[in-house]
């Protein structure tokens, strides 16, 4: 699902039908166990990342007490934004997405379809951002933003 998602909004993006994307909002909700969670966020940290035109300079990471929910807040060298957010849910919950990606020229935005088209849906794999678990974690544990411009 990410990785379809990922590549149709890439597309949007190379052919230019938003303009240069400034500011992404995307919220994940799936039956992830709770070690997973940050993860999850520096995969969805590291999609964001090649969408927008610019490196990231800060990430601000917050998670909750009992880790059902990880937001990371990430500034770019253009001025760019983005807020990520995933929420642990039961197992027997369905798998969401919602995604406003908002360029100079035009705003994509996606939900995940619920119903029967859910079925048409494959299920959730969110992996890579390696390189990003290391930040957030430092970034969770001192609840200031962290450095991560690339040098």
Same mark, same amino acid.
């Given at each position: ?7 149709? =909004?890439?597309?949007?993006? @190379? ?20 070690? @997973?969670? &940050? $993860? ?22 917050? /998670? ?14 253009? $001025? ?7 929420? *642990? ?7 969401? =997405?919602?995604? *406003?990606? =908002? ?14 088209? *859910? ?10 951002? /390696?390189?990003? =678990? ?8 001192? *609840?200031?933003?962290?450095? &991560?411009?690339? $040098?």
């Amino acid at each position: 699902m990410i990785q379809s998602l990922q590549q149709s =909004v890439q597309s949007v993006i @190379d052919e230019g039908r938003i303009g240069s994307p400034v500011f992404l909002r995307c919220i994940v909700q799936a039956p992830i166990n709770a070690a @997973d969670t &940050v $993860g999850s966020i520096a995969t969805l940290t590291e999609i964001a990342n090649n969408w927008m035109p610019d490196p990231p300079e800060q990430i601000y990471a917050l /998670d909750s007490i009992d880790s059902t929910q990880i937001t990371a807040m990430v500034k770019y060298a253009g $001025g760019q934004s983005a807020l990520l957010s995933v929420n *642990r849910i039961p197992a027997d919950q369905e798998i969401s =997405v919602d995604l *406003r990606l =908002v360029g100079n020229n035009g705003i994509i935005y996606h939900e995940t379809p619920t119903g029967p088209y *859910r079925l048409m849906n494959s299920p959730l794999n969110l992996s890579g951002g /390696d390189d990003l =678990v290391d930040a957030i974690r430092q970034g969770l544990e001192s *609840r200031q933003p962290i450095s &991560v411009m690339e $040098g």
